[in-house]
Structure formats: C-alpha cells, structure tokens
C-alpha cells in the first residue's frame, strides 16, 4: 500500500514561532524523500529534499528517520510569507521507472 | 528562461466534449507527468511518460489520454469518459538522474 500522511493542521502560528511538521510513510523501499511548498491556487514548488544525515537550509531543518518512516519539517522564526501549504513527497518504485507519491499537505498559518 | 508552461489557465468544458490540455518544457528533462489535485486533497498521478513516445498509466487514468511525440510536450487530453473532470490539473518534469520534479502553473478545469 502506497501512502504518505500527514497531519493536515491547520497550524496557526505567531511570528518568530517555531514550528515542527511530520510524515509518515509506507513504502520502506522509497529513497528519495522532498518537502514542497503550495500556496493557494499556486502549483507546489520545491522547498528542499530531505538527505538521510539531516539537512538545513537558513530556516529550514529536514530529518529522515527510516527505521520509522518519519520525515519530519523545522521552520525557525516562522515570517508571515511561510503561510502555505507543506506537501511531504517520498518516491516509489512504478512500471517504468519512479514516481513520487504527495503527501495531502500540512497547512500553516503564521499571523502578526 | 527555462521552465514549464500550461495552457489555458482556465477550462471550460461542456457535457460530452473532449479537451486538450497543454504541457511544455524546455528544461531538457526525460519524464513529464500529469497530475490532479481536488479541494483538500494531495495530488493524484493520472499518466506520466519517461521517454518519447512511451507513457504510463498513474493512479486514476481512466477518462484521460496522453501523448508524447515531442521530448518538450505531454498534451493530455480530458475525455467525454471522465464523469468528474472539475480539478486542478498539474503538468511536471524532472530529470531521469534526480528526480525532483518540477511544476507547471496549471490549469483549472471548470464544467458547464
């Protein structure tokens, strides 16, 4: 069964908050695992890949846990522009080659 | 500039009528992909193709045909077939070696 879940919030937020989001995942064969964003109306854009060490970028910290099949999202000093949609995105194995399953998205609200 | 273009921003269609919605690319990527995205809902794969003229049916093809004749254009057509064809639908590429995809603006699908 293909699957990525996460909670769909809303989470509303102060600025300067810190703000966790996580994922889970089925498929304990996917390697390659990505956080989108999507604002409203909006096509989802990339926000950063997530590598097995941890990665961070500025604001940003990603962790993969594959022992659990958790991926999980850290926005520091959350800014009134990180209002959207987060999609948690893993691959899989298809006919032809990989495809990438979407998350349903987490929504976070960041207010003043 | 390098990018992927959708047209038209909004569709309309009638009862019993086929359209064509356009995708193009000039990132010089491998796989395109077509996607639909409900209110609330994550993005569900409906065909994607790694190669020229070869495609894969995703999760939820039936009412909808694709081609690829051309590495830069994966049209997909929404047919008569496709009794709910009201969504957002998303166009990607990526690369065969990273595959990180990237999105088109999309194009809203409206029925009369």
């Known amino acids: 069964r293909k699957e990525v879940e996460q909670d769909p919030g809303p989470f509303n937020v102060p600025e300067g908050a810190t703000v966790a989001f996580n994922c889970t995942y089925s498929n304990s064969a996917s390697q390659s695992f990505f956080w989108y964003r999507q604002d409203c109306r909006k096509e989802p854009k990339l926000l950063m890949s997530?590598?097995?060490s941890g990665n961070e970028d500025g604001r940003f910290t990603a962790q993969l846990n594959r022992a659990s099949q958790y991926i999980s999202l850290l926005i520091r000093d959350s800014k009134l522009s990180d209002s959207a949609t987060y999609l948690c995105v893993v691959n899989m194995s298809v006919q032809a080659g990989t495809a990438l399953i979407f998350g349903k998205g987490t929504t976070l609200s960041v207010s003043s | 500039d390098g990018g992927i273009t959708q047209s038209p921003k909004y569709l309309f269609r009638k009862e019993g009528q086929n359209v064509t919605l356009s995708c193009e690319q000039n990132?010089?990527?491998?796989?395109m992909y077509w996607y639909r995205q409900d209110p609330g809902q994550g993005l569900r794969l409906i065909y994607y193709?790694?190669?020229?003229?070869?495609?894969q049916k995703g999760d939820i093809a039936e009412g909808y045909s694709v081609s690829r004749e051309k590495k830069e254009s994966f049209p997909l057509t929404v047919t008569s077939a496709q009794k709910n064809p009201t969504a957002f639908y998303l166009c990607?590429?990526?690369?065969?070696?990273?595959?990180?995809?990237?999105f088109g603006p999309g194009t809203r699908l409206l029925v009369l």
């Open positions: 990132l010089n990527h491998d796989a």
């Open positions: 997530v590598y097995s």
């Open positions: 990607a590429s990526s690369d065969r070696q990273r595959e990180t995809q990237y």
């Open positions: 193709s790694q190669i020229v003229n070869d495609f």
